[in-house]
């Protein structure tokens, strides 16, 4: 665990436990990994080529819902972000190949993952659900939407 963190190659959940891994290479990836990794784990920094990246995601419980990178730029002092929808659906695993199509080889940038499970009822409108009493608590009967968040991967070029 400590080594993982000091690599920076963890991620994050809101409580399930879904399975992330997000890695970048500078070769074309695959799905079919044949117990190969990428070059860059999450976390991890590359400094030239374009990045191919490859998200593997399986959810706990609930099915998955939505997959997003999420990119930050530096352009000229100011930081931008923007997000990008990978898959929408209704899946228990996904594994997605992908290459940025903004990708500018002189622009420090970073991507991380995101991934939401579809909605489930909170525990406060089971308890309710299950007494028969959500009229005495308003806002109790809800429903909430678990996610998952992986460490960035980080493009730091080379001055030349």
């Keep these: 665990l400590f080594a993982a963190m000091k690599r920076r190659e963890v991620y994050a959940t809101s409580g ?7 890695e970048a290479n500078p070769a074309p990836l695959s799905c079919e990994r044949n117990g190969k990794r990428a070059a860059v784990p999450m976390g991890g920094e590359f400094t ?5 990246f490859r998200l593997t995601v399986s959810s706990d419980r ?18 931008k972000e923007s997000v990008t929808a990978l898959w929408e659906g209704s899946a ?25 499970e579809q ?4 525990w406060s409108a089971h308890q309710c659900r299950k007494e028969n009493r959500c009229d005495e608590f308003p806002g109790a009967d ?4 678990e996610r998952a968040w992986s460490s960035p991967i980080w493009y730091l070029p080379t001055e030349k």
Aim: aromatic share 12%.
């Design 16 to 22: 399930p436990r879904i399975d992330l891994d997000f």
């Design 48 to 52: 030239t080529g374009l990045p191919h």
């Design 62 to 79: 609930v099915p998955l819902q939505k997959i997003e990178v999420i990119k930050g730029t530096l352009e000229g002092g100011i930081f």
């Design 92 to 116: 228990t695993t996904q594994c997605i190949v992908w290459e940025d199509p903004d990708f500018v080889p002189l622009e420090p940038a970073f991507w991380y993952a995101r991934v939401t």
């Design 119 to 122: 909605e489930t009822l909170r």
């Design 142 to 145: 809800t429903t909430i939407q």
